[in-house]
T-cell receptor
Framework: AQSVTQLDSQVPVFEEAPVELRCNYS??????LFWYVQYPNQGLQLLLK??????LVKGINGFEAEFNKSQTSFHLRKPSVHISDTAEYFC????????????FGSGTKLNVKP | DAGVIQSPRHEVTEMGQEVTLRCKPI?????LFWYRQTMMRGLELLIY????????DSGMPEDRFSAKMPNASFSTLKIQPSEPRDSAVYFC??????????????FGPGTRLTVL
């Protein structure tokens, strides 16, 4: 089965600083990749996804992620964070055998400080 | 679009009682997923349906859990009897994926279950 590793459980950062949230997955075969955000007491919302094409994917709220097949990584970045970005972020992978089934990482809590 | 609708949003019950969680997927979506989120285990897929048929229930913890999807617009997750360790947030998600394809899963707001 696919496994997804989010290396940092918590990331504290000051407002307007850049941030990178790391995600690695186990299978090197074709996969689809997603980042979701969860605000307190809410469901998960899609930030961005990589299905094919350009390895740099841009999402909502100024986030972007880069698919690196050789390193089996899909790190999420934002050049300047806001207080409102404080939330938990989940990386998810589907495939390579069942593209309908998502495997989620354990989540990274981003805490943006003023 | 109303999005995925879940009810109730909060449920408090006593150990041994039956609990039923409900989900209405986004209209036109043909895949429906039930997840459980806890601090200890994170986000776990319990079961998913494609075209109302259960495809993978390997995440259902034990026989106390059951899920049904009688039609394309409604699904239930039932726990009987409930136990304190079932306390968690249960999410329903839907997508238009299937047949070997993938698509974004859209999540509902969740049901926070507390079993005393």
């Amino acid at each position: 089965a696919q496994s997804v590793t989010q290396l940092d459980s918590q990331v504290p950062v000051f407002e307007e600083a850049p941030v990178e949230l790391r995600c690695n997955y186990s299978s090197s075969v074709s996969v689809y990749l997603f980042w979701y955000v969860q605000y307190p007491n809410q469901g998960l919302q899609l930030l961005l996804k990589y299905l094919s094409g350009s390895t740099l994917v841009k999402g909502i709220n100024g986030f972007e992620a880069e698919f690196n097949k050789s390193q089996t990584s899909f790190h999420l970045r934002k050049p300047s964070v806001h207080i409102s970005d404080t939330a938990e972020y989940f990386c998810a992978v589907s495939g390579p055998y069942n593209f309908n089934k998502f495997y989620f990482g354990s989540g990274t809590k981003l805490n943006v400080k003023p | 679009d109303a999005g995925v609708i879940q009810s109730p949003r909060h449920e408090v019950t006593e150990m041994g009682q039956e609990v039923t969680l409900r989900c209405k997927p986004i209209s036109g979506h043909n895949s429906l997923f039930w997840y459980r989120q806890t601090m200890m285990r994170g986000l776990e897929l319990l079961i998913y349906f494609n075209n109302n048929v259960p495809i993978d229930d390997s995440g259902m913890p034990e026989d106390r859990f059951s899920a049904k999807m009688p039609n394309a617009s409604f699904s239930t997750l039932k726990i009987q009897p409930s136990e304190p360790r079932d306390s968690a947030v249960y999410f329903c998600a839907s997508s238009s994926a299937g047949g070997g394809n993938t698509d974004t899963q859209y999540f509902g707001p969740g049901t926070r279950l507390t079993v005393l």
